[in-house]
T-cell receptor, first 114, second 112 residues
């Protein structure tokens, strides 16, 4: 069974540009979570999608947004990129967020903002 | 809000036993997870506790005391490949559902 996949693996942007990151959950999982992990720091929760709806968001500005598609894959968009947005962005999926099953992580997208 | 504390770094010797502690303060507690994360890689699930007591899985064990807001991850017969960061994560139920909050992670270095 395929795990969580993310694309691209690496992304280089300049300040002010927009970045789009993609995630495909494990087959059968309806919940997708996005986390930011800056170098040397812990995972910071960004967004949670379940059944196509945004369920919750972390303490990040509105320029961080996303969506979940009918096939449960998800996009994270970061507008007006800033240098401090450079980080590893991790996507995780679980069978269903409300029941609270284990989250399984993808390999991440490493975003570098120059 | 939630507060999760774990040591930043630990060092241990190959073949030894190491215990990584995690303390937390949260409302709506609904489980505690441990993940392993090698440098530059994604976290991988190690263990899950929702009731008090010890859960054993091979060389790894995890303990939970809900009344004390305390958990530990025990690694036995340490191997060099166990050098990684170990993340404690607390799940809490709020109006939006179950949310997972991560501690800062404990970087474990295993020496020969």
């Amino acid at each position: 069974e395929a795990g969580v996949t993310q694309s691209p693996t690496h992304l280089i942007k300049t300040r002010g540009q927009q970045a789009t990151l993609r995630c495909s959950p494990i087959s059968g999982h309806t919940s997708v979570y996005w986390y930011q992990q800056a170098l040397g720091l812990g995972l910071q929760f960004l967004l949670w999608y379940d059944e196509g709806e945004e369920r919750n968001r972390g303490n990040f500005p509105p320029r961080f947004s996303g969506r979940q598609f009918p096939n449960y894959s998800s996009e994270l968009n970061v507008n007006a990129l800033e240098l401090e947005d450079s980080a590893l962005y991790l996507c995780a999926s679980s069978p269903q967020g409300l029941a609270g099953e284990t989250q399984y992580f993808g390999p991440g997208t490493r975003l570098l903002v120059l | 809000g939630q507060n999760i504390d774990q040591p930043t770094e630990m060092t241990a010797t190959e073949g030894a036993i190491v215990q990584i502690n995690c303390t937390y303060q949260t409302s709506g507690f609904n489980g505690l997870f441990w993940y392993q994360q090698h440098a530059g890689e994604a976290p991988t699930f190690l263990s899950y506790n929702v009731l008090d007591g010890l859960e054993e899985k091979g060389r790894f064990s995890s303990f939970l005391s809900r009344s004390k807001g305390y958990s530990y991850l025990l690694l036995k017969e340490l191997q060099m490949k166990d050098s990684a960061s170990y993340l404690c994560a607390v799940r809490a139920l709020n109006n939006a559902g179950n949310m997972l909050t991560f501690g800062g992670g404990t970087r474990l270095m295993v020496k020969p």
